[in-house]
């Protein structure tokens, strides 16, 4: 069902009574900016949902009741700044999640709780200045992650440890501090890693290309000397 490119501002409960077969439902580029409880609770079916450029500002685990075979869902462009823990807690088959140009500034520590199978995770382009140690330790089949253009300030070298399956990492432009990046090493599967725009120490650089598995690594306005980069061209 496309019912993109409207003027829908509210979704009520009742709208999708009696949908229950539907597998895909399109709502991007309205003006919604309230979802009322329970507006998905009959799509038991529903396997996409794309909720992004619209007007939320707000998302709550009640919103999403019943969505539990739902594989890709798409909020990016919207004007959320507030996600409450538990929110994603019935996606168990969410596949890709998209929040990308948002105005989220912490993420629950909860947040992600429930989400085994997710393996698309894009953060790029908010306001996140601080991630607790364990806010993404549920994610264990995570392969991409993007949470590029934020303004990290607080972080251990320990936040993403658990993320062991991970293969594509940007964290362009995020503001971390070089100490910061030193536990990316143990992610053993690492393939690409995107770094621009981030102050990068020689021993960090060296570190982190010591990694078997890397086939691409964006370091361009990093920072770096003139020897270690002569080093990393042999």
Not at 80 to 94: D, E, G, M, V, Y
Not at 133 to 138: H, K
Not at 215 to 226: D, H
Request: aromatic residues 6%; proline residues 1%; charged residues 20%.
């Amino acid at each position: 069902l496309d019912l993109s490119n409207n003027l829908i501002s509210i979704l009520k409960k009742g709208n999708f009574q009696k949908m229950s077969k539907l597998q895909k439902l399109k709502l991007q580029n309205n003006h919604i900016s309230i979802i009322e409880a329970r507006a998905f609770t009959n799509l038991c079916s529903l396997e996409s949902l794309h909720l992004q450029d619209n007007k939320l500002s707000e998302l709550s685990p009640k919103i999403f009741n019943g969505l539990k075979n739902v594989k890709t869902l798409l909020l990016h462009n919207n004007n959320i700044s507030r996600i409450q823990n538990h929110t994603f807690k019935n996606f168990s088959s969410l596949k890709t999640l998209s929040l990308e140009g948002n105005n989220i500034a912490e993420i629950a520590s909860e947040l992600f709780y429930g989400l085994s199978e997710l393996q698309h995770l894009n953060l790029q382009n908010n306001k996140i200045f601080t991630l607790q140690d364990d806010v993404f330790t549920t994610l264990s089949d995570l392969s991409h992650f993007d949470l590029s253009m934020n303004k990290i300030s607080s972080m251990s070298n320990s936040t993403f440890k658990k993320l062991k399956n991970l293969k594509v990492l940007k964290l362009g432009n995020t503001g971390f501090h070089p100490e910061q990046l030193k536990g990316l090493a143990q992610l053993k599967k690492l393939e690409v890693l995107n770094l621009f725009g981030n102050p990068i120490t020689d021993e960090v650089a060296g570190e982190l290309l010591q990694s078997s598995n890397l086939k691409r690594v964006y370091l361009w306005k990093t920072q770096l000397s003139e020897a270690t980069i002569q080093q990393l061209a042999r």
